[in-house]
């Protein structure tokens, strides 16, 4: 996040800079940056699994033209987890966290945020593989099922890592 963070602080107009003078003034911007720059992050996320949702969406769409129904229902259940996520990270509120506020975080719970922001791309690039071994599998009867159920394994853990990351940036954990 510290990069989404340093674009966010580069591009600030100079009525802000020069307002960053008055006394108490710079912890509200930075505080503003912070917040454009987890949104960013957030937005960054989101698009990237809307690209493994809509291929999701496409490998079920083939499941139907294979006559491979057996396995839409669970292809859907994956889709849904993966919209799931999509609609809780891109919905969240702007600065949606005591992150934002005058609470001051430490190193270490600023540390686990970060490894929580790192966490979704690791995620994104496991549905990424886990969609190629569906569409690998869509000849095996035998693997289909086991391929599907991890792509839903792995949206729901993308949730759930979503929630702790919010437990952790409002302090409720």
């Known amino acids: 996040m510290s990069d989404f963070f340093e674009k966010v602080s580069s591009q600030i107009d100079p009525f802000k800079k ?15 940056n912070r ?3 987890d949104k960013l992050l957030r937005d960054t996320v ?9 291929r999701a969406t496409n490998l079920q769409a083939e499941l139907v033209g294979k006559g ?20 809780k990270i891109s919905g969240a509120a702007r600065g949606y ?13 600023l540390e686990a945020i970060y ?7 690791d995620l994104g690039d496991q549905i990424k593989n886990a969609l190629d071994n569906v569409e690998a599998s869509l000849g095996d009867e035998a693997a289909l099922p086991a ?14 890592t ?5 437990e952790v940036v409002t302090g409720s954990r």
């Not at 020069?18 to 503003?32: D, H, K, N, T």
């Not at 391929?147 to 759930?160: D, G, M, Q, Y």
């Open 147 to 160: 391929a599907i159920r991890n792509i839903t394994s792995l949206a729901r853990l993308a949730v759930e």
């Open 97 to 109: 966290s005591g992150l934002f506020d005058a609470v001051k975080i430490n190193e270490k719970e």
């Open 46 to 54: 989101a698009r990237r699994f809307e690209e493994q949702w809509s």
């Open 115 to 121: 490894q929580f922001d790192a966490a979704f791309f």
């Open 162 to 166: 979503f929630e702790r990351r919010s």
């Open 18 to 32: 020069l307002a960053s003078y008055i006394p108490g003034f710079s912890g509200y911007v930075e505080r503003q």
């Open 35 to 37: 917040r454009d720059a």
């Open 68 to 87: 491979m129904l057996t396995h839409v229902d669970d292809m859907e259940k994956a889709s849904l987890a993966l919209r799931t996520f999509i609609d």
